[in-house]
């Protein structure tokens, strides 16, 4: 902040916030006189979903002098109900750190200069023109974000799709929500939950499959253990590879080897098939037994094609492929005890309980993802535990608009804002709204995120534009696709608010405007779309939103009738065209006086109310009269799929030259790769570097203490970093932990690019690594 | 030195009083009384490491404090924004 005043003053505000938001924690609905955000305070105050994570908190945001000054949970929120995260209450810093970036930059004589804005954006709409000219239209690329408000990503969609004609249209949460979405849409038909976060109050049992939900995603789990404080019987299991806080916090824990989930699955289902733990009338009346193929590969290899195909099969032959998934025979793949999977399953087949499965980015960044979804799925589907409030499979997201507007714009090469590109049915629907001819939309998906920069390394695609992410440290296997970003003839543009690994690699950088510097949208994991208004103007004229460059490039290839509306309500008219995809269709979006209004509206929207279950004719408009229940999303049988899949190991696994495991992730003080994060001061303090997790014994073996230096060496490359022995994360033998939030200890230079052929999302959970010491605890990294 | 806050629980029956025994004390910022609870937000900022424990010594000896949790702390001179390296 600019003066000490302005920063007491809104630590004192945070202060007070952080001890009311406690107090409900212990005290459920206490309420403080003066801790009313609308009282006399001399702020103005407005609603706003936190900038961070995927579960949506609602914030209110306290302006003064044309500053954001305070942060608190909002009360009004049915997310998280004035709660807020360590990231929420410093959210508004990540907005002032002095680095932020204010002028567009182009590299000149290799150097990245500062120039007038027109200069960047004339130079980026005829690099995009040459490129199409020289190499055509699939030589050009857009990577966009989960963190990209709606309007942004439905305005890059529309300009990539409807304008340029390409489907090089690709965004970050391919890398943590893809296999939700091909789990969601395989067995469904249709993206995203059925059930809701009312859920995590009324469930009796909570199993988080590889989930550390406790630093990944607090506020709900807040209410987890609000439930089990009220309610004693309720019970949390931890399934997961590592020791964490969610573990101290569990009531039982189960810790497997990295891959063999999907034997637990299907070993749970033995459990249930075996002892008739089945809820027949529901599989009856709403399932299909299917498979898909099985040998998969992993997509290691350039232009690597796979496509799934589910056939139909009998209970019987379902019963036969699961067979051999004993307890027993799981315990010895998993090291989970055969009693504790019968356990698990008991919970599971209980009628009496009612059960909440949670994951996050444990079963999603899987070689594969797809399978293990479909597989928890299975289980609920065969217990007839779904879509029933407290019982509900639940894929939680990373980040704040992964739903909203990745998977639900549909910004990833195959899609479309309804249906994809390779429905006749929904290019028409998409040409008629965005009023372009219909043979301008590409029937054939191009690049995933990975083929895409493969494609850029390889020279098929020669300028990509990046926008509010960080590739440079995100991409599994890094040096590849750094190097390939680096080379001769490519052109990289970044749209960013701070420098990052991957501005220096670019030959244009756009300075943004952020969150609540600009009107807005985020959806969050539960169907709920939030809106904000702009509150504060941009660190300079110069930082426009996301949507506003691409308008402005748009515009200045021919494009502009594409945004043809008044400067003054381009949001909203965007907003409100993009609505129209989605009219009469199960995903009935809220229109935006009502989002202006409220802190937040589920999807779908009917006639005033919302969804809080889909696909329970007690809750679902849509479904049929009469059904109980109906997976409308399968459009010809309106059944849920039930989808046999194996076991199958992973690509690389512990040898004798890379003995251990490498699995990578986050912490509770950092958001993704750390660029606003580590620029609050406090949370910076909190964490201020990566480092390894190493168990005891194993440190113990190689005589390392807690502090060294060690290098983790995979095939792929190396990377130094302190060892924590006995930290806040606990690997068991054999793995060792390193989360990704820190640009100066790039993990992903070891992680492997393999991904699920299904999602075509890569695994950063399993990499086979070589721990060396290099140093004492005293040296300097 | 350092912005605080916390939770403060009054014996039976004496917010009130705890409300104006904390008040009274030096570097009190601000105190808010919950609705219906005997808990109270106290809000503190002291501008030395004397002050600090001086306000704590106070603290420990107040008849009508039955209990008292730290939330927050934060000492806004000692943070040094470090950012990214690049
Ligand atoms: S839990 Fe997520 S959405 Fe909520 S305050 Fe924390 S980072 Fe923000």
């Known amino acids: ?781 | 030195m350092a912005i605080c806050s916390y939770l403060a629980y009054a014996m039976d029956g004496q917010t009130e009083q705890l409300r104006a025994e904390l008040e009274a004390l030096e570097g009190c910022v601000e105190v808010r009384e919950a609705e219906q609870h005997d808990v109270l937000i106290f809000v503190t900022d002291t501008p030395s490491k004397k002050a600090d424990m001086a306000l704590q010594e106070k603290l420990s000896h107040l008849p009508s404090l039955k209990c008292l949790a730290l939330i927050f702390m934060s000492r806004p001179e000692m943070l040094q924004p470090k950012g990214a390296s690049v």
């Not at chain 1, 998280?80 to 209450?89: D, I």
């Not at chain 1, 489907?167 to 939950?193: H, K, Y």
């Not at chain 1, 429905?423 to 043979?439: G, L, T």
């Not at chain 1, 608010?497 to 501005?503: G, Q």
């Open chain 1, 1 to 781: 902040m600019s003066n000490d005043v302005t920063r007491r003053d809104f630590l004192k505000s945070m202060a007070l916030s952080a001890a009311a938001a406690a107090a409900a924690t212990v005290i459920p609905g206490v309420a403080f006189a003066g801790v009313n955000p609308m009282k006399k305070d001399g702020l103005n105050w407005h609603k706003a979903p936190c900038r961070f994570c995927g579960t949506g908190c609602g914030l209110l945001i306290g302006i003064k002098n044309g500053r954001a000054v305070a942060v608190k949970g909002d009360p009004a929120s049915p997310v998280n109900r004035g709660l807020c995260c360590v990231k929420g209450y410093h959210s508004i810093e990540t907005l002032y750190a002095k680095d932020r970036l204010k002028k567009a930059m182009v590299r000149k004589n290799g150097k990245l200069v500062e120039v007038e804005l027109e200069e960047a954006l004339d130079l980026i709409a005829k690099r995009f023109k040459d490129t199409i000219e020289k190499h055509g239209k699939d030589a050009v690329a857009m990577y966009g974000s989960g963190q990209w408000a709606i309007v942004d990503g439905y305005a890059a969609s529309k300009f990539m799709k409807g304008g340029i004609g390409t489907n090089n249209l690709e965004a970050n949460a391919r890398l943590c929500m893809a296999s939700a979405v091909t789990g969601f849409l395989t067995g469904f038909g249709m993206d995203e939950p059925m059930g809701c976060y009312q859920d995590l109050d009324i469930a009796d049992v909570f199993v988080m499959w590889g989930n550390n939900m406790a630093e990944m995603h607090p506020v709900l789990f807040s209410r987890i253990l609000e439930n089990r404080r009220k309610n004693p019987h309720v019970k949390i299991i931890d399934l997961c590879t590592r020791l964490t806080r969610t573990s101290e916090a569990a009531d039982t824990v189960m810790v497997f080897n990295p891959q063999t989930d999907l034997a637990i699955a299907n070993a749970i289902c033995h459990e249930l098939v075996k002892h008739n733990w089945l809820d027949w009338n529901f599989i009856k009346k709403h399932t299909l037994f299917k498979k898909g193929k099985t040998n998969i590969g992993y997509g290691l290899e350039d232009k690597f094609a796979f496509k799934d195909k589910l056939s139909e099969m009998s209970f019987e032959e379902f019963k036969k492929s699961i067979e051999k998934y004993t307890p027993e025979y799981v315990e010895e793949l998993s090291g989970v005890p055969a009693e504790q999977i019968r356990y698990l399953a008991g919970l599971y087949g209980n009628p009496n309980l009612k059960v909440m499965s949670l994951w996050c980015m444990g079963m999603n960044q899987h070689t594969r993802g797809t399978w293990i979804n479909n597989l928890v799925y299975n289980i609920h589907l065969l217990t007839g535990k779904i879509s029933k409030p407290g019982n509900s499979p639940f894929s939680l997201t990373g980040q704040p608009s992964a739903c909203g507007t990745v998977r639900e714009v549909g910004t990833l090469t195959h899609k479309l804002p309804y249906g994809v590109v390779m429905s006749e049915k929904a290019r028409k629907k998409a040409a008629k709204i965005w009023k372009i001819p219909v043979e301008r939309i590409d029937p054939k998906p191009s690049n995933h995120t990975m083929a895409m920069f493969r494609a850029l390394d390889r020279g098929d695609i020669r300028t990509i534009w990046i926008q509010c992410t960080n590739p440079m440290v995100t991409l599994p296997k890094l040096n590849r696709y750094r190097d390939g970003a680096k080379k001769e003839d490519r052109f990289i543009i970044v749209s960013d608010i701070y420098p990052t690994r991957t501005t220096e690699i670019a030959d244009v950088v756009l300075p943004a405007a952020m969150w609540i510097e600009r009107e807005g949208f985020f959806g969050n994991a539960e169907r709920r779309t939030q809106h904000h208004i702009k509150m504060v103007e941009p660190p300079s004229r110069d930082c426009l939103s996301d949507m506003e460059q691409i308008i402005e490039v748009a515009r200045r290839m021919g494009l502009g009738e594409l945004f043809d509306y008044p400067q003054e309500t381009i949001t909203r008219d965007l907003f409100e065209e993009y609505r129209q995809f989605h009219d009469n269709t199960g995903h009935d979006i809220a229109p935006y006086d009502e989002l202006v209004a409220r802190p937040g509206v589920q999807w779908p929207y009917v006639n005033g109310k919302e969804v809080p279950w889909r696909y329970n004719e007690e809750y679902d408009p849509f479904c049929k009269p009469g059904s109980m229940f109906d997976f409308y999303g399968n459009k010809s049988t309106h059944r849920a799929h039930i989808i046999f899949r194996p076991y199958e190991p992973p690509p690389e696994i512990p040898d004798e030259e890379y003995p251990m495991w490498l699995t990578t992730g986050r912490i509770v003080e950092h958001w993704h790769t750390g660029s606003m994060t580590r620029r609050v001061p406090d949370l910076y303090r909190a964490a201020p570097e990566a480092y390894i997790e190493i168990h005891p014994d194993d440190a113990a073996e190689m005589r390392i203490s807690e502090g060294d230096l060690v290098a983790v060496i995979s095939r792929r490359g190396k990377v130094k970093a302190r060892a924590v022995i006995n930290g806040r994360g606990k690997p068991p033998r054999g793995t060792v932990f390193v989360p990704f939030f820190d640009e100066n200890l790039l993990i992903n230079e070891v992680t492997l690019d393999a991904y699920c052929p299904i999602s075509k999302q890569p695994d950063y959970k399993k990499a086979a690594v070589r721990i060396e010491r290099i140093g004492y605890a005293r040296q300097a990294l």
